[in-house]
């Protein structure tokens, strides 16, 4: 059972990771289509990337708009989630549902209702506008991570802090966030992850300012090459960065 355990796991580590692997692997490709055969390593593409002004710029502006909007999500996801979680409500069962319901529409949909509502109120395509849509995305995550999460030992050590003559910003702040600080650190980086990944509601509400995938998709309309897959292997690379620091200072010290 053990051989039959271990052989399923290294298949779903496999099927999970093999893409990855191939796409590290041919950005060190020397030839210009990352294609087999492998012609040799080399980190031309990565110093291209790194003298690109637009791809940085591009860069700058993801960095930008995914930790913006997922810190406005988080604070308005734990407000509401506390909320709902500590004031009983009639519809409240409702209101969740309605929170949550942004989950299950494509982002699609919420990309062209939102281009339309900025179009009536003269927003312009921007990053701001960009923002909010991450925010619309991301804020139901947040909502159902940090809801979740609320338990009976909270409402306990937050009662008792009002009968110490805590106010409700003190409560929220020195009692209910730092006993939730890995569940809000989860929903925040998973919020920045979602954000920096997404395409859809970036292409339709940028202009001039684009995000680092809309860039991406630019250059793959000229075709395939090396540099792309150069970018994706550092944005992969972000993101091992982010879950190990999330594992070491955030879950580990929370056990």
């Not at 399923?8 to 692997?25: E, R, S, T």
């Not at 940090?146 to 009692?175: C, F, N, P, T």
């Not at 991406?216 to 944005?235: D, E, F, H, Q, Y």
Request: aromatic share 10%.
């Amino acid at each position: 059972m053990k051989a039959i355990a271990w052989a399923y796991l290294a298949a779903i580590y496999g099927f999970i990771l093999l893409p990855v692997v191939v796409l590290v692997v041919f950005s060190f490709q020397d030839g210009r289509l990352p294609v087999p055969p492998f012609q040799g390593a080399t980190v031309k593409w990565y110093a291209q990337v790194l003298a690109d002004r637009d791809l940085l710029a591009a860069l700058g502006n993801s960095a930008l708009v995914a930790i913006i909007s997922s810190a406005v999500a988080l604070v308005l996801g734990f407000l509401a989630a506390h909320g709902l979680a500590r004031v009983r409500l009639p519809g409240s069962v409702l209101m969740r549902g309605l929170l949550i319901a942004p989950l299950t529409v494509s982002y699609l949909i919420i990309a062209l209702g939102l281009l339309n509502m900025f179009n009536q109120i003269g927003l312009r395509p921007s990053l701001l506008a960009t923002g909010i849509g991450h925010v619309v995305i991301n804020l139901p995550l947040c909502f159902a991570i940090l809801y979740a999460a609320m338990g009976d030992h909270q409402k306990s050590a937050e009662r008792a802090a009002r009968d110490l003559g805590a106010g409700e910003a003190q409560v929220l702040w020195l009692v209910s966030a730092p006993m939730l600080m890995a569940p809000m650190a989860a929903a925040f980086f998973l919020s920045v992850t979602f954000s920096w990944d997404e395409f859809i509601i970036a292409f339709l509400l940028t202009r001039f300012d684009v995000t680092l995938p809309v860039e991406i998709w630019s250059m793959l309309k000229s075709g395939l090459s090396p540099k792309t897959n150069a970018i994706g292997s550092l944005v992969f690379l972000v993101s091992i960065t982010m879950v190990t620091f999330l594992e070491l200072f955030v879950f580990r010290r929370q056990k």
